[in-house]
Nanobody
Framework: VQLQASGGGLVQAGGSLRLSCAAS????????MGWFRQAPGKERELVAV????????YYTDSVKGRFTISRDNTKNSVYLQMNSLKPEDTGVYYC?????????????????WGQGTQVTVSS
């Protein structure tokens, strides 16, 4: 399984970015997908998850109302639309997938990881 994240960059506070993650190597539409982030000196944290159909999502509290996770099973891709970005959203963002279709919020349940894409929000 390969996951390729893209779309990161430098943006001012209040701005927006859209991350994309392209998946290959297994039947994409059978599995949940998640976005994690890791800020310098901090542990990796779960940001958002979407189930295999796209009908169920989960967001960590700090991004609710600002970030939207979505997927396009015809393109084997998952997206993270990030609006109203804050400096505390800065970090490396990773897409990841567990071995199942349901939303899971335990990081060790995620077995496949992309390489990460840097998001930097300036104040």
């Amino acid at each position: 399984v390969q996951l390729q994240a893209s779309g990161g960059g430098l943006v001012q506070a209040g701005g927006s970015l859209r991350l994309s993650c392209a998946a290959s190597g297994r039947t994409f539409n059978l599995y949940a997908m998640g976005w994690f982030r890791q800020a310098p000196g901090k542990e990796r944290e779960l940001v958002a998850v979407i189930n295999w159909t796209g009908g169920i999502t989960y967001y960590t509290d700090s991004v609710k109302g600002r970030f939207t996770i979505s997927r396009d099973n015809t393109k084997n891709s998952v997206y993270l639309q990030m609006n109203s970005l804050k400096p505390e959203d800065t970090g490396v963002y990773y897409c990841a997938s567990p071995n199942g279709g349901a939303v899971v919020i335990v990081p060790k349940s995620y077995h496949y990881w992309g390489q990460g894409t840097q998001v930097t929000v300036s104040s």
